[in-house]
């Protein structure tokens, strides 16, 4: 069974940084892609920034030039920084992998920007 595993949540002010980390239990290069998604409080889950296989990356509109997201091949982590925040960045964030027709995701990890 995969295992997705998110760290690096937290508390931070207004125009704050974090790092959030994703640990994968296999080779994160058996997936097609993993992706960071959000759901803040009352609002539906929001794609932030997808990583493919091959390396192409793609951002949702409201946090590009902010967030980044990266990966460790040897450490099979996927990591997004995140910069600049606002409370509008408020969420849980989720770690999502996809292999053929199967979705996996982590537990969550809960990120509070104070105004």
């Known amino acids: 069974q995969v295992q997705l595993v998110e760290s690096g949540g937290g508390l931070v002010q207004t125009g704050g940084s974090l790092r959030l980390s994703c640990a994968a239990s296999?080779?994160?290069?058996?997936?097609?892609?993993m992706r960071w998604y959000r759901q803040a409080p009352g609002n539906q889950r929001e794609l932030v920034a997808i990583i493919t296989s091959g390396g192409t990356i793609t951002y949702a509109d409201s946090v590009k030039g902010r967030f980044t997201i990266s990966r460790d091949n040897a450490k099979n982590t996927v990591h997004l920084r995140m910069g600049n925040l606002t409370p509008e960045d408020t969420a849980v964030y989720y770690c999502?992998?996809?292999?053929?027709?199967?979705?996996?995701w982590g537990q969550g990890t809960r990120v509070t920007v104070s105004s």
């Open positions: 296999e080779s994160i290069f058996s997936f097609n892609a």
């Open positions: 999502n992998a996809d292999r053929r027709a199967y979705m996996y």
